[in-house]
């Protein structure tokens, strides 16, 4: 078939990759999301994965909007028989969703109806789900809600961060989307109408969603640390200002500190929560580079009964 590929950021790279070795299939154009201010200087950048398509000499496509007349008309001069669609960050019209002949296929890094929208990793991590997995399905105009044609499953480990569990989910979901577009393109595979039972939402994780709230049992809040993690990245309050919490461990005994509270010992760092009290292994300082905890530790001097989260330790 002949497609054009949908897709913005990293996570999308491996499943591009895999239709372009592929060798059924022409990838005839790359749909992404205009360049973007990054680093120090805010210099324009172009998507990860328009700099792969780059690098391998197709076409890149960045309408600012997927309805803007001049990329409706590109798309329908192209053809595409099917756009398999992989984190591409906007919504598509239904004037974009009707010039493929089979239409737009996700893959969706969940198994769905469950965690149906921007953020199902980090929601399957923060909700403590055993396992979760990866879905191709036909894109309608509600979220995340037409029928599926293949799923795939994936263990979450205990020490798991969203980052982790996307990376794995990335390359498998990779072969899952090339063999969905084989069995289009042979016409053994139909889509199959998503159960209406099950369904749960994943919106995005904000910054102020992050925020860690000590009086939480231990295990939720090792949740959101592993969830948050690399983005948009869990934090507290320390004397006023943000500590990014960088990864912490879940200890076996309760150690009687209070919600939020700090004990130093020689190369460790706990914080008590409303269950039992955690290691914190790595932080960032608002302004620095991610170290040590037991490093910031002895660089703040924290002194006795000092606190996490602000004086109402949330």
């Given at each position: ?105 996700n893959l969706h890094f969940s198994l ?57 989910l990335a390359f498998a979901g990779a ?25 749960s939402l994943a919106p995005k994780i ?109």
């Amino acid at each position: 078939m002949k497609l054009v590929f949908a897709g913005t950021p990293e996570v999308a790279v491996p499943a591009l990759d895999a239709l372009i070795a592929s060798g059924r299939h022409e990838v005839a154009a790359v749909v992404t999301r205009p360049d973007a201010p990054a680093g120090r200087g805010r210099r324009l950048v172009a998507s990860p994965v328009a700099q792969r398509a780059e690098e391998a000499g197709i076409e890149v496509l960045k309408p600012v909007r997927p309805r803007d007349a001049d990329f409706l008309a590109r798309l329908s001069e192209i053809a595409p028989d099917c756009c398999p669609v992989v984190a591409y960050g906007a919504i598509l019209p239904k004037s974009a969703l009707d010039i493929p002949a089979h239409g737009w296929v996700n893959l969706h890094f969940s198994l769905l109806p469950a965690w149906r929208g921007a953020a199902p990793v980090q929601h399957a991590v923060l909700a403590g789900d055993e396992v979760t997995g990866a879905s191709t399905f036909l894109i309608e105009e509600g979220l995340d809600s037409g029928p599926v044609y293949g799923v795939l499953t994936e263990t979450v480990r205990p020490t798991d961060t969203s980052g982790d569990l996307l990376t794995r989910l990335a390359f498998a979901g990779a072969g899952l989307l090339a063999a969905t577009m084989d069995g289009i393109a042979d016409g053994a595979l139909k889509a199959v109408p998503q159960p209406a039972d099950g369904v749960s939402l994943a919106p995005k994780i904000n910054v102020e969603d992050a925020q860690v709230g000590w009086a939480a049992p231990a295990l939720r809040v090792d949740r959101l640390v592993r969830g948050c993690t690399p983005a948009p990245g869990a934090w507290t309050l320390f004397r006023g200002e943000r500590l990014k919490l960088v990864s912490i461990e879940l200890l076996p005994e309760r150690t009687g500190l209070a919600p939020g509270e700090l004990s130093v010992g020689k190369n460790n760092v706990y914080t008590g929560t409303g269950s039992h009290a955690v290691e914190l292994l790595w932080v960032q300082p608002q302004g620095k580079k991610p170290m040590r905890a037991a490093d910031w530790a002895r660089g703040v001097r924290i002194a006795a009964g000092e606190r996490l989260g602000g004086a109402d330790v949330r």
